[in-house]
């Protein structure tokens, strides 16, 4: 069953803590992106990569970091730095300008 | 002021009625253009794809793209309860694979 697996689908965090977001896909696609989605602001570029062992920042990376060890994974993850981390966070891979998401991440501050 | 503008709705049309959802953009170098469709606590799928200007036409879907007046729009026939959800345009530059999204419009067909 092909597809992108994010995990979990809810997520607390407390205040000073780092949380990590999965993603793992089974497309063998190269390119996967990080989007952060806000009531009335739409998705808004976090990270993306277009290779394994290479990433680069969006339009909002302060406070998250990411890793692209593996071609099938890109974990995000969500630094005490982000001030205002509550929101739906979705995965994606792309192939052929086609991006392809995953079921989303919502995270919310205890 | 933002480089894609969407209605963000809600809009609530009864069932059967034909929908039109549309996205106005301010930068002329965008040439590929896409809608998703994105359920309540989901992640977006892939609607409709084109390049340029024209129409394209899937099922009871159909969009259209205006170059010229650098807007899109989507047209659902014969809407049903299922098509309830929030679309999301998108369009991106010929290269590379960054995309840029509306804020989405938030639709609900009624029985």
């Known amino acids: 069953d092909g597809g992108i697996t994010q995990s979990p689908k809810y997520l607390f965090r407390k205040e000073g803590q780092n949380v990590t977001l999965s993603c793992e896909q089974n497309l063998n696609h190269d390119a996967m992106y990080w989007y952060r989605q806000d009531p009335g602001q739409g998705l808004r570029l976090i990270y993306y990569?277009?290779?394994?062992?290479?990433?680069q920042k969006g339009d909002i990376a302060e406070g998250y970091s990411v890793s692209r060890e593996k071609k099938e994974s890109f974990p995000l993850t969500v630094t005490s730095a982000q001030k205002n981390p509550t929101a739906f966070y979705l995965c994606a891979s792309i192939l052929a300008d086609i991006q392809y998401f995953g079921a989303g991440t919502r995270l919310s501050v205890l | 002021q933002k480089e894609v503008e969407q209605d963000p709705g809600p809009l609530s049309v009864p069932e059967g009625a034909i929908v039109s959802l549309n996205c106005t953009y301010s930068n002329s170098a965008f040439q590929y253009f896409m809608w998703y469709r994105q359920y309540s606590r989901k992640g977006p799928e892939l609607l409709m794809y084109?390049?340029?200007?024209g129409n394209k036409e899937d099922g009871r879907f159909t969009a259209q793209v205006d170059k010229s007046s650098k807007y899109i729009s989507l047209f659902i026939r014969d809407s049903q309860p299922s098509d309830s959800a929030t679309y999301l345009c998108a369009m991106k530059r010929g290269g590379g694979n960054k995309l840029t999204f509306g804020t989405g419009t938030q639709l609900k067909v009624e029985l």
């Open positions: 084109t390049y340029s200007s």
């Open positions: 990569s277009q290779i394994v062992n290479d990433f």
